[in-house]
């Protein structure tokens, strides 16, 4: 006869070597209570980067308070809002090869003299030899900046700061010295119907650069092996080098492309303007920059954003038209830019450490 003690029999709200369980339920027809899970929140606030937004939002915000401010002064018409795009055109198109730059690490000041040296040799060459030859020295002329921009900072070791600043000087005095400081008129009506002042029917040329820029730099950085490169060249040069990626062609392709991108700046500014001249795009780096940084580029490169640096120049242009139609004289634009500069630079992306 066994000495066992006999099992216990299984209450309704046990189970068979599970231990006691629950015994709640919903009740029929209803649904079960809402389960919250703050660590996916949290998470999702993490990797929610508000700095990558802040264009947009300013964007946004800058446009409703001048609606409002200045909407008797004409603010609100299509013809100054399509002025608006076609003034900011050279900036935008500039913005778009920067952020190829300034994402692998690296940055042009160079840009805006390159700009103005373009328009001088587009508008010689096409008084002197036509159409054709004047496209071709323009855009010649960019690319022999920037790839000399390029041999020296990725062949040499200089850094593209000091590079940069040093090609801005000799641009500039170069398209001085070539025009005695006087301009070049462009007295081709093609030349300036396509570069500048032209229309596909109710479209202007500019804000058409400015798309076709827009979309080739967007498909470029987020779609081809390059971009990914450019920007894994940025964010940590080393292991990219290490993983195979020829970095210094990477950048010598960045900073060429970059020259010939502001040639077409200048091109543009040549064919808005009829004529070619030393002054178009001087300062205009500046601008550049911070539309690219406050479109949410990190200023230490490994990011970029091509729809967020056309956004940042449309924005300092929509501040540009705005302080105009308020009366503000040269000068006091010049400070508003550069505090834009700073709140750019203040809102810039850092790397974890730094």
Known sequence: MSSRAPEPEKGAGESLGAGPVTTEQPVAGTQAPLQLHPGRFSAWRNRFDWRQYVVYFGFVIIFIVFSITLGGSGFLTSNNLLNIVSQTATISVMAVAMTFVISGGEIDLSVGSVAGLASVTAAMAVRDYGLFAGILAGLATGALVGAFNGTLVTRIGIPSFLVTLGTLGIANGFAQWITNTAPVPILNDTYNGIFGSGQLGPIPALLIWTLVALGIGHLVLRK???????????????????????????????????????????????????????????GDELSVIAAVILGGTSLFGGSGSIVGAVVGSLMIGLINNGLILMGLDFSQQLIIRGAIIILAVALARRRPGS
């Open 224 to 282: 081809t092996p390059y971009g990914r490169q450019v920007l894994a060249t940025g964010g940590n040069e080393a292991a990219a080098r290490f993983s195979g990626v020829k970095t210094r062609n990477i950048k010598l392709i960045a900073l060429t492309v970059s020259g010939m991108v502001a040639a077409l700046a200048g091109m543009l500014y040549a064919g808005r303007l009829h004529s070619g001249r030393f002054q178009w795009g001087q």
